[in-house]
């Protein structure tokens, strides 16, 4: 679960990202998080994996205040999330496999759970058959898949995406939503940062709309709600 | 540590060092330049020292005792000698002796002094040690200052100005060698930070997946030590071959009984030992500095 009590951020060159959120994540549910550039999307779910920490107020994670936390505390913090970007951010000199294994792998995984575990999500998202590729024979949905992978394989409770469908055609983003459906149907909490009205208005799903770095609406089954 | 671990820490530590190979061979060679300058430093210092040990030891002071004084007054300097506290030991020495020991000393030619010992014109002395040699100037002129007491003589300039020079040659031996370092330890640390762009993506994707910030320091660990070890191999053999060298060729010329320098064995591989262990410090420093820019949480 994810708390925010009357949170500010104020970056150190003087822009005010957020401006009193106060909001409350269950477990194992899907999240929009909606709005104009620059409304504070980003700010927003990067406290919820310590990226960046609150100037004034509360975040709490599972009840953990992550403004308490210990630096040595966050690599545990991250393992029960899973991050997904616009730009896939994959290494590209790895192969899919080694993607995806390198989350287990610095973590220290013992090697035998390594394949299994890998093999598994790969499979889950359609690209065990590449696993030898490399990122740049694959297509953007592909990329995306892999990060998708990688940011399961180590069963997070919770899966964070920033705006994952931004770079990719209609038919790829289905693709991916489609996964993060599934993900989201086996219990894992999902919160996705898009500026896809379509994909909003059509899986319809709780919307958090942002505007100027406060909340302006919270819906369930919400609609994307303004235009571009 | 998981021995897998470890191995793929060792793995990735040399796949930098070979990917950015024109860099390392920069980084390594900051390392020996610093090495050879830092190694020539303490060959000089540490036989510096070596040096002023002997003097130290050696030092000591003579006090003359007037020859007219009494047997008591000879006991009454003694006691006053005895409750200076710098004093760490003295003995008294008959003028007999004195003549037997400058006899001795002076090995054929003292054959000529024996004709005095019938009448020996030499001072009965008290020798006096000091806990340290700089205490030898205070002591001896409070000595001075006793009655019954004719001379007093500890090798004053001599002494004083080799500890002097001894002294400064340390304060600046050290300044220079901490410079050095520092200096290195700046140079390795900046050679890194140009290859780590590379690898910035890397370690953020670490973070991001929770890897320990220890997990993704240890690569950078293993990659400065081998920079400082790689780097100490010169400066190593030239220490063993150019001591050698040295020893052979200046020990001999120096022929004073309290200058002599440090013997080949063990000191060139004390001094290897020393330099290699510097060369790792220097390089592990210099790595693990340049990666923390990107751990801060």
Do not use: C
């Amino acid at each position: 679960m994810i708390e925010m009590n009357n949170v500010y951020k104020v970056y150190d060159n003087g822009v005010t990202a957020l401006n009193g959120i106060s909001s409350t994540i269950d477990n194992g549910e899907f999240v929009y998080v909606v709005g104009p550039s620059g409304a504070g999307k980003s700010s927003f779910i990067k406290m919820m994996y310590r990226e960046e920490v609150p100037s004034k107020g509360q975040v709490k994670i599972n009840h953990v205040d992550i403004g308490d936390m210990k630096d040595k505390q966050v690599p545990y913090l991250r393992r029960s999330i899973g991050v997904i970007f616009q730009d896939f951010k994959l290494l590209p000199k790895l192969t899919v496999y080694e993607n995806v294994a390198f989350a287990l792998e610095v973590i220290e995984e013992n090697p035998r759970k390594i394949r299994r575990r890998v093999m598994d999500v790969l499979d889950k998202v359609g690209l065990k058959h590449k696993a030898r590729f490399i990122p740049a024979q694959l297509s953007g949905g592909e990329q995306q898949r892999v990060a998708i992978a990688r940011a399961i394989v180590n069963n997070p409770k919770v899966v964070i995406a920033d705006e994952p469908t931004g770079n990719l055609d209609p038919d790829t983003s289905w693709e991916i939503m489609r996964i993060f459906e599934e993900v989201n149907a086996s219990g894992t909490t999902v919160i996705m940062a898009t500026h896809s009205k379509d994909i909003v208005n059509k899986i319809r799903r709780r919307v958090i709309a942002m505007e100027n770095g406060q909340i302006v609406r919270d819906e369930h089954r919400g609609e994307y709600g303004y235009e571009d | 540590m998981k021995i897998n671990t470890f191995k793929r820490h060792f793995r990735e530590g040399t796949k930098n060092l070979v990917r950015n190979s024109w860099m390392t061979v920069a980084a390594v060679g900051a390392v020996t330049t610093t090495l050879v300058l830092v190694a020539a430093f303490l060959m000089l210092m540490l036989n510096l020292n070596q040096i002023a040990d002997n003097i130290e030891s050696d030092a000591e002071i003579r006090v003359f005792i007037d020859l007219s004084a009494e047997e008591e007054d000879i006991d009454e300097l003694g006691h006053n000698i005895e409750d200076l506290n710098r004093v760490e030991e003295f003995y008294f020495s008959s003028k007999d002796e004195e003549l037997e020991a400058l006899v001795e000393d002076l090995g054929e030619d003292g054959e000529a002094w024996e004709l005095f010992e019938q009448d020996n014109p030499l001072n009965d002395v008290y020798v006096v040690e000091t806990y340290e040699a700089e205490d030898l100037a205070g002591v001896a002129s409070t000595i001075e200052g006793f009655s019954n007491v004719d001379d007093v003589d500890y090798g004053s300039e001599t002494v004083d100005r080799l500890l002097q020079f001894n002294q400064y040659a340390r304060y600046i031996g050290i300044t220079f060698i901490a410079a050095l370092l520092l200096t290195a330890i700046f140079l390795i640390s900046n050679t890194i930070k140009m290859t780590i762009t590379a690898r910035r993506d890397e370690i953020g994707i670490m973070r991001l997946v929770g890897a320990k910030n220890s997990f993704i320091r240890w690569p950078f660990f293993v990659e400065g030590m081998l920079t400082g070890v790689i780097g100490s191999v010169i400066p190593i053999a030239l220490v063993l071959g150019g001591y050698h060298f040295l020893y052979i060729n200046l020990n001999d010329r120096l022929n004073f009984q309290f200058i002599e320098l440090l013997p080949w064995n063990p000191f060139a591989w004390q001094l290897s030992l020393m330099l290699l262990a510097i060369g790792a410090f220097i390089g592990i420093w210099g790595s693990v500095m340049s990666v923390r820019k990107f751990l801060k949480v």
